[in-house]
C-alpha cells in the first residue's frame, strides 16, 4: 500500500527548462536595449546554453558569459539582464496544469507528500512559494540537508524518516532516470518516471507518467 508519494521539483513538479529559456530571452532583449552589441534572438540562446554548460542553478551565469564574450560585465548592462531575468522568471514559476489539484487530493485520501531536490533550501522554498506549492508538503529535503545529492540514498532515507513510512509504502516521481529512479529503486521504493517533463525517451521505471493527474490512478 502507496502511503506516501515522493516528488523532485524541477520538471516534475515546475516546468523549469520552460522558465529558464523564457527568462533568458527577456534578458537578452534587455541587455541589447541596454547597449550590448549583439543579436537578441542568437542572445537569448546563448544564454541558456551557457547556463547549461557553466551550471543551471549559477547565480553569475550572466556575469561569466558578458566577461568570456566582451571582456567585461558592464554594470549597465548586467543589471538590466539580470533585472529582465527575474522579473520574467517569477512569471513563469508556475506548476504544470494539474499539479495542485493532484496533490489535494492525494491529501485527502490520506497520502503523505513529500519533496527531494538536489537544490539548495532556500532555492527550493522559494520555488515551491511562487508556485504556491509550499502548503502541501509534509516534508522537504534538499542538498543541505544530507550533503547528498540523488542517486544516494541519504535523500530518500531522510524523506521516508521524517514522513514515518517504510521505502516500500512510498512511490517517487521524477524526470531524472539516473537519479530520481535508480535513486529510489535502491531502496525499494516503486518508481513513477515523469516523461512529461523528461528530455530523455525511455526509463526503466514501475511506472510512466503523461500527466500529473495520472498519479491518480497509479496510487488507487
Not at 38 to 66: R, V
Not at 149 to 159: D, H, I, S, T, Y
Amino acid at each position: 500500500m502507496i502511503k506516501a508519494v515522493l516528488f523532485d521539483l524541477d520538471n516534475t513538479l515546475i516546468d523549469f527548462m520552460r522558465m529558464k529559456k523564457l527568462a533568458s530571452k527577456a534578458a537578452a532583449k534587455a541587455m541589447v536595449d541596454a547597449g550590448l552589441d549583439a543579436d537578441p534572438s542568437k542572445l537569448s540562446k546563448d544564454l541558456f546554453d551557457f547556463y547549461l554548460e557553466y551550471g543551471i542553478e549559477s547565480d553569475d551565469a550572466f556575469t561569466k558569459y558578458l566577461v568570456k564574450t566582451t571582456g567585461i560585465a558592464e554594470p549597465r548592462i548586467l543589471a538590466a539582464g539580470v533585472n529582465a531575468y527575474l522579473k520574467e522568471k517569477y512569471l513563469h514559476l508556475k506548476p504544470y496544469p494539474g499539479v495542485v489539484e493532484t496533490l489535494q487530493k492525494l491529501k485527502e485520501k490520506g497520502v503523505k507528500l513529500g519533496l527531494i531536490t538536489d537544490g539548495l533550501r532556500l532555492k527550493a522554498w522559494m520555488r515551491l512559494n511562487a508556485a504556491g506549492l509550499d502548503h502541501l508538503f509534509n516534508a522537504v529535503v534538499t542538498y543541505e540537508d544530507t550533503g547528498k545529492r540523488k542517486p544516494a540514498k541519504e535523500p530518500f532515507l531522510l524523506a521516508c524518516e521524517e514522513l514515518e513510512v517504510k521505502p516500500q509504502e512510498c512511490l517517487m516521481i521524477g524526470d531524472w532516470p539516473e537519479r530520481d529512479i535508480e535513486g529510489a529503486k535502491k531502496i525499494g521504493m516503486k518508481t513513477c518516471w515523469a516523461k512529461y517533463g523528461s528530455p530523455v525517451k525511455e526509463c526503466k521505471s514501475d511506472f510512466e507518467l503523461n500527466s500529473i493527474k495520472q498519479i491518480l490512478e497509479v496510487v488507487a
